[in-house]
């Protein structure tokens, strides 16, 4: 896994335990926790996120999201790429909204494709988390289940297809 870089904005491979400390305010900001884990989610403890994060090593890439600010690389949320989910969080309120998400997921598209994926899959965007919906639409996903988690909460799953004959088959 390597660092992978565009301007001010890089994503770096995560360092256990280090990274932890990080990612704690992360994942105790309720806004958060509410679009990416579902409402009612109670704030993570360091336990917790550490055996979410080894999950995720064993599934995909995981990568720390940093910004640059006056020479300086800042991180702000985490991403992980992997076949069946690509979970992001831009964890620093001061970034959300600014289009950091999008570049983010087009670096990592092309890192699928580096990787010769023929699809990348999202396995879970709340209905009401329209900005994700919409970042991910317009970047060619599209819509492939609408279902409820075990708290009744719906959310939708999207699929972006790699390969250019599939795409031309439409294969899913």
Known sequence: ????????????????????TIALPWYQDEEVLYFSEGEGTPPYDLTT???????????GEVYIIE???RENWIPIGDVTLSKDMLPIVIGHKKFRGKGIGKRVIQL???????LNWKQ???????SYNVASRKM????????????FDDKGRKY??????????CEMLHLK
């Open 1 to 20: 896994m390597k660092t992978i870089k565009d301007n001010d904005l890089r994503l770096r491979p995560i360092r256990l335990p280090g990274d932890l």
């Open 67 to 69: 910004v640059n600010q």
């Open 120 to 126: 990348i899959r999202v396995n879970k965007i709340y």
């Open 136 to 147: 991910f639409e317009g970047l060619g996903f599209n819509k492939t289940k609408m279902s």
């Open 49 to 59: 996120i550490e055996r979410m994060y080894n999950y995720l090593i064993k599934i």
């Open 156 to 165: 939708n799953s999207f699929q972006l297809l790699l390969d250019w004959l």
């Open 108 to 114: 990592l598209i092309e890192r699928a494709k580096e």
